[in-house]
């Protein structure tokens, strides 16, 4: 049976480093990217493949079940890769609801789309993309494995941790083929500038004031964002059904600590005087709920596929900032809003 897999929220960051390299690297799979377009999706982000043969795109929001069914029925969907999300925490403290309805009714309205449209189970793969802030905050000790209890602490982590359960649910209840990676935070090109590294890379090249929430102690695992695609191209085709993968960095950092280790490549990279973009730093009222730590043990996967980072992360900054400097078009049809009229006029008349 030829694949044709749906790829959900392939507009938006890690989606779109995934559409690729599956259009690129496998020309014999259908390729769908099925995306609403919401103010995170941008199709710019996929000029590469846009015309590629066995790439199509679907403007569709994943909780619209007559929706799904149409496009698994013009495209013979045979398998699932599920990145559609809200994915932002401050947005989820302001409105929550909107992370149930996307996160987990999406969620649960595309699980019953493939249940129904699917007749041999066996034959398919539902493969959810997940984050480890499902399992709470770690103090200063300690990693999150995958038999880590789930304990989420935010709207945004809540709605992901539900969404993991119904997948987990239906696999058990129903016997579809399922498969959850839960990935440490992600960084690279194509990131909307909300999230903090791109922000900072936004603010430093205007010199504007660089937001630091607390006292910056809060630590995150940081993954450069083509190392989870190649994860996420590994556990689609050699996990183990049912199972669970955690993909991580094994690379801690404080927030204060990246946000200067960014001063002081882009004062480098600007021809600034060394030290002049730390001024920038502001120190800010914290997150509500702020979790401390997050910190991945990713032994399994690395020991059970082989799968392993690539890049270190000052090599992996220094190419995220070059990507940014060098891409000052995509960023500023972000901020300018214009991103959102690539639809418009490259793919309404398809
Ligand atoms: P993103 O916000 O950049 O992209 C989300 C995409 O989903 C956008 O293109 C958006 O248009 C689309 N979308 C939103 N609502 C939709 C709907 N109702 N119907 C169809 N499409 C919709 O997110 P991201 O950072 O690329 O994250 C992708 C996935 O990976 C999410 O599920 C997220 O929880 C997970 N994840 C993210 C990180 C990270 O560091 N960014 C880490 C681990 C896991
Ligand atoms: P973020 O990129 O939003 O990812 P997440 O909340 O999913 O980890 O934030 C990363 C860390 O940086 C988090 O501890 C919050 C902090 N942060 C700031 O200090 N300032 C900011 O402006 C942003 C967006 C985040």
């Known amino acids: 049976m030829k694949k044709s897999i749906l790829i959900t929220g392939g507009a938006g960051f890690i989606g779109c480093h995934v559409v690729r390299l599956f259009v690129e690297k496998y020309p014999d799979y259908n390729i769908i990217n099925l995306d609403l377009l919401t103010y ?3 199709l710019e982000n996929l000029k590469e493949v846009e015309n590629a043969p066995n790439y199509r795109f679907e403007r569709v929001d994943i909780l619209k079940e007559e929706d799904l069914k149409f496009v698994f029925e013009k495209h013979n969907v045979t398998d699932v890769i599920h990145l559609a999300a809200e994915s932002h925490v401050d947005r989820s403290i302001t409105d929550p609801l909107a992370f149930v309805r996307t996160n987990v009714i999406g969620t649960v309205n595309l699980l019953n789309v493939a249940k129904a449209y699917w007749k041999n189970y066996d034959d398919h793969l539902f493969y959810h993309v997940s984050t480890d ?18 304990d989420p602490q ?3 982590s809540a709605s992901k941790a539900s969404s993991d359960h119904f997948v987990r649910a239906y696999a058990n209840t129903y016997k579809l083929k399922t498969v959850i990676t839960n990935c440490s935070n992600n960084y690279g090109a194509n990131q909307f500038p909300e999230k903090l590294i791109p922000l900072c890379i936004h603010n430093i090249k205007n ?7 607390g006292k910056g102690e809060n630590i995150r695992d940081w ?4 190392d989870h695609a190649r994860a996420i191209d590994m556990v689609f085709h050699e996990g183990k059904p049912g199972e669970t993968y955690n993909v991580g960095g094994f690379n801690e950092w404080k927030n204060i600590d990246i946000v200067k280790l960014l001063c002081q490549k882009m004062d480098e990279k600007l021809g600034r005087e ?12 914290d997150r509500a709920g702020h979790d401390h730590r997050y910190a991945i043990d990713a032994t399994k996967i690395q020991r059970e ?3 392993e980072p690539s890049l270190q992360f000052e090599e992996g900054i ?8 060098e891409n000052e078009e995509w960023l500023n049809n972000v901020t300018s809003g214009d991103y959102q009229k690539y639809y418009e006029l490259h793919y309404d008349n398809r």
């Open 305 to 307: 596929l082989g799968w």
């Open 133 to 150: 802030e499902v399992y709470g905050s770690l103090e200063d000790g300690g990693f999150f494995t995958e038999t880590t209890p789930y």
């Open 318 to 325: 220094t190419k995220t900032i070059d990507w940014y400097l």
């Open 154 to 156: 935010s709207p945004y």
């Open 207 to 213: 010199n504007r004031p660089l937001p630091v929430y």
């Open 274 to 285: 060394a030290g002049s973009s730390e001024k920038l730093i502001t120190y800010v009222t």
């Open 40 to 42: 995170a999706g941008n």
């Open 223 to 226: 993954l450069y964002v083509v």
